[in-house]
């Protein structure tokens, strides 16, 4: 099996920064997409930041200019540096990936476990 493990959230101050980590470990396999997601309570999941394997990022226009996605393919680790933090930005990040594991010829879709982030004075 292959998990997702996020770290890196916590409490901030407003204007303040933070960088967020997601790992891929398991089994051999191959990942294409490794995306942030996160939720506000009461809202809907969105997505943050995409960055699929050769192709070029996008961002939430919320985000656009504070946050940065970028990946290290040999460690299977995709990170999100997010600046200038703002109140509204307060919820739980999420991790996401296609995956697939060696042997198989299709993939699947693969979560972390979240990561709490509150920005409050």
């Known amino acids: 099996q292959v998990q997702l493990v996020e770290s890196g959230g916590g409490l901030v101050q407003p204007g303040g920064s933070l960088r967020l980590s997601c790992a891929a470990s398991g089994r051999a396999f191959s990942i294409s997409t490794m995306d942030w997601y996160r939720q506000a309570p009461g809202k809907q999941r969105e997505l943050v930041a995409t960055m699929p394997s050769g192709g070029s990022t996008n961002y939430a226009d919320s985000v656009k200019g504070r946050f940065t996605i970028s990946r290290d393919n040999a460690k299977n680790t995709v990170y999100l540096q997010m600046n200038s933090l703002k109140p509204e930005d307060t919820a739980v990040y999420y991790c996401?990936?296609?995956?697939?594991?060696?042997?198989?010829?299709?993939?699947?879709?693969?979560w972390g476990q979240g990561t709490q982030v509150t920005v409050s004075s």
């Open positions: 996401y990936a296609r995956i697939k594991i060696a042997g198989r010829t299709y993939y699947d879709d693969y």
